[in-house]
């Protein structure tokens, strides 16, 4: 195990009503608050109304950003960055999912510097300071709700970009399982891929003797697969709908990764297919992880044994250490299949033309991950299995 620090101050409010807990979080604390959500899904839902009634028996000044896009765009946050230097904003509160949480974290740190905010993405320099976020989370997925980081498109030359700092964890989060029941099953599902997303990105490691978070990783894993199965026959289940929303926090607030060297090549390589095509993020990982899992298994084998045992309960009897593997990775597949996401390019109508230019803009800045070190054919050819 290696050494760390771990630090999580994001105050987690969990649980029906959770949003009744929101002026509490506001008194005293904040005055100009700027709000900031997505296509208007919290309109529809009430939660809007409800959010600014809070505010606004708190005394707070309302000044509001909506419009955030799935996969949020540079535009919208320069526009917001503006908004919170003129207006002398003191918390900025996003309503929605992980695109409105990152969307709001970039204009925190961007209201605070005298430069451009796409600085901190193009890895020009590493931010310092942000405005105060706070969090009332409608899709468990990204865990942006607690997380460090933030991912942004610039849509001159399409970059799908990432900045983070632990000084950029929310404040507060207000998760209400309740909201998450009218997400639609896409959405669903594609948070429920990220979430797993998160935790392989850290459970395959070459670090060795990092039992206790492998125990964590496994156990949330097992979780989130059984709860999704309950959603699919039953989308109106609270209590599945909590179990996977707590997952989504713990999935990515850092712990499960502590202590080992973590991997983020199948997010980069994902987040290229975003950026040229819009795909959904978790789409996006449902065609690359399997993929990635092939490609690079024989660079620890055990490993992979390891999780085909102990997450997708495979028997070891009669088989050897590379069938084992590759059963695991298939029944992973089964699993993409049964909650309805694409494994491959060809099953998300995604055309494969541009496969070389992904995989440049992939690698520009150095080889990608940690499990195996990816260079450009690497790349290309994790790409090609996902045909
Ligand atoms: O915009 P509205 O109208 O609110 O609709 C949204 C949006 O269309 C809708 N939605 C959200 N909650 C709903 C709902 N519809 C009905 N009922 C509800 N309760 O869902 C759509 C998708 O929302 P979005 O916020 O884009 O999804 P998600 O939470 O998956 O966020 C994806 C973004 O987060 C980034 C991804 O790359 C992507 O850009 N990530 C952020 C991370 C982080 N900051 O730590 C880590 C992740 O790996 C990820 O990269
Ligand atoms: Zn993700």
Redesign the pocket.
Known sequence: MKDFTLHIPTKIIFGKDAIKKLGDQIKGNYNKVLLH??????K??GLYNDVVRILKDNDCEIFELSG?????KLGLVRKGVQMAKENEIDLILAV???????SA?AIGIGALYDGDVWDFYSGKLEPEITIPVGVVL??P????EA?????I?NEDGLY?R?T?GDFMRPVFAIMDPT??????TK?TF??IM?IM??IFERYFTQTPHVNLTDSLCEGTLKTVIQNAYIIKEDSQNYDARAEIMFAGTIA?NGLLGVGREEDWSS?DIG?EI?ALYGT???ETLSIIFPAWMKYVYKENVDRFVQFATKVFDVSEAEMDKDEIAIEGIKRLEGFISDIGLPKSFTEANLPTDKIDLMAEKATEDGPLGNFKKLYKDDVIKIYKLAK
Do not use: C, F, M, W
């Open positions: 959500y997505g296509g208007g899904s919290i529809k839902s955030v896009e799935p996969n949020p929605g999912g992980g695109s409105a949480i990152d974290k409608t899709l997925a990204t865990g942006s997380s460090r980081g933030s991912v498109t799908k990432s983070g909201y998450t029941l009218t997400l639609p959405q594609a948070g990220d997303a998160h990515h997010h987040h975003s959904t993020h978790g």
